[in-house]
């Protein structure tokens, strides 16, 4: 006879009219299991799977090379990560050749972050400092702030400082390299003058533009009697000189706040009223005006930079966001234009669309179709092909400069998530 597994000896209890039974269970005797063949059919479908040994999967370096290429290129910390993972992987991404063949993946550089200015008074006299907001981990020297200095444009991975508390001078720096170069000369009239950095590197595509040559452009507005002149002149760092100015009468004044943009070897700037543009062509050291074929009613027009190889011009009223694409004609004429409008109501507080606080476009990211829009309550980046908006800082900012590079040199100590 088999031991039972409950035992004979069971109590029961009444409770509310019901008989609860409290049963012992009893473990079986070990003797007392049937033993089965362990060839039997039963036995075999019992007994649990064999351990396999665990190895890691091993992929050769050239399907590695790959997988690292395709990594994003908006956060150079995951390549920081890679470098660190063996001895291996760090020898392949500091190849020589690794860099090239990553930026050749891409279409355009990535953000890296944006600069902004504030002027300050705690120290008695009031004096500028640039500061970057990093948008990936990157090293303490290129995050930074540049107190003393003031940014004036960034582009191809250059930013142009002008230093007029410091040492008077202005001063182009390659953030990624860590390179700067001194120029001659500083700005005299800040609120007259737009200044722009651009590369000058025949044939470059923009994705390496380190180490130069560069051209800084400069195109200010001056006084003479009753008449209002343009006056522009560039500086090259082949040369070191910077080349006679020319320049041209026209009634309006350039906006020294506002943004420049550069299709080729031609500079684009803009002008406080009506919508005007000066194109300044650094190959031909000539001067024309353009005056652009829309205008808003009581609102600004503001020139944002290039999209799509056209020169992009934003303007916000309230719920939308107007965004105009033109071409830019021969001689100073105006091209074909192309209009869109983006609905802010889904992308922003609701308080700062209906109330009576301004609320403008004031960066552009070329490349990447990212547009900054200042409002009382922060600034917001908007996607202009997913519609995504995020609020990248809390300040009140009238003008942001995104910084467009590649990063995969060599690494500082990384910040922590919430420094990035």
């Known amino acids: 006879n088999q031991t039972p597994l409950l035992s004979q000896s069971q109590k029961k209890t009444r409770k509310g009219g019901k008989t609860v039974f409290h049963l012992r269970i009893r473990p079986p005797n070990q003797n007392q299991i049937p033993r089965q063949n362990p060839q039997s059919p039963a036995m075999a479908t019992s007994l649990p799977p064999p351990l396999r040994s665990r190895r890691t999967l091993e992929l050769p370096d050239d399907v590695m090379e790959e997988i690292f290429l395709r990594l994003p290129a908006d956060n150079p910390a995951s390549l920081a990560r890679v470098a660190g993972g063996c001895k291996s992987w760090l020898a392949m991404v500091s190849d020589p050749n690794f860099a090239p063949a990553y930026r050749r993946l891409r279409d355009a550089p990535p953000m890296l972050g944006f600069l902004y200015n504030y002027r300050y008074t705690d120290e008695g006299a009031p004096y500028w400092t640039s500061h970057f907001r990093a948008a990936a981990a990157l090293p303490p020297r290129v995050r930074r702030d540049r107190k003393h200095w003031r940014a004036l444009d960034s582009r191809h991975g250059l930013v142009l400082f002008d230093t007029p508390e410091s040492d008077g001078h202005l001063v182009v720096s390659d953030l990624v390299t860590g390179e700067h170069w001194k120029i001659d000369g500083h700005i005299t009239f800040p609120d007259a003058c737009n200044a722009t950095v651009l590369c000058a590197r025949d044939g470059c595509d923009h994705r390496d533009c380190h180490g130069g040559p560069f051209l800084v452009a400069c195109v200010d507005s001056v006084v003479a009697g009753d008449r209002r002149i343009t006056c522009a002149m560039f500086y090259s760092s082949v040369t070191g000189k910077w080349i006679d100015p020319i320049f041209v009468e026209q009634p309006n004044v350039i906006d020294a706040r506002g943004h420049s943009a550069v299709l080729g070897n031609k500079v684009y700037v803009p002008c406080v009223k009506d919508g005007s543009v000066v194109e300044y062509n650094t190959r031909e050291n000539k001067l024309s005006v353009i005056k652009a074929p829309f205008e808003v009613q009581d609102q600004k027009i503001e020139l944002m930079g290039v999209e799509d190889g056209m020169l992009l011009f934003a303007s916000v009223v309230k719920p939308r966001l107007y965004l105009w694409s033109m071409e830019a004609g021969p001689r100073g004429a105006a091209g074909r234009a192309q209009s869109r409008f983006i609905e802010l109501g889904p992308l922003l507080p609701r308080p ?39 609020q990248v800082h809390r300040g009140y900012i009238n003008k942001v400069m995104p910084y467009m590079s590649f990063y995969t040199g060599a690494w500082e100590p990384l910040p922590a998530s919430d420094e990035a």
Not at 356 to 376: H, M
């Open 352 to 390: 700062v669309l209906v109330d009576n606080t301004e609320v403008s476009a004031v960066g552009f990211a070329e490349g990447v179709g990212v547009i900054f829009i200042k409002t009382k309550v922060g600034l917001y980046t908007i996607h202009l092909k997913s519609k995504q908006s995020n």
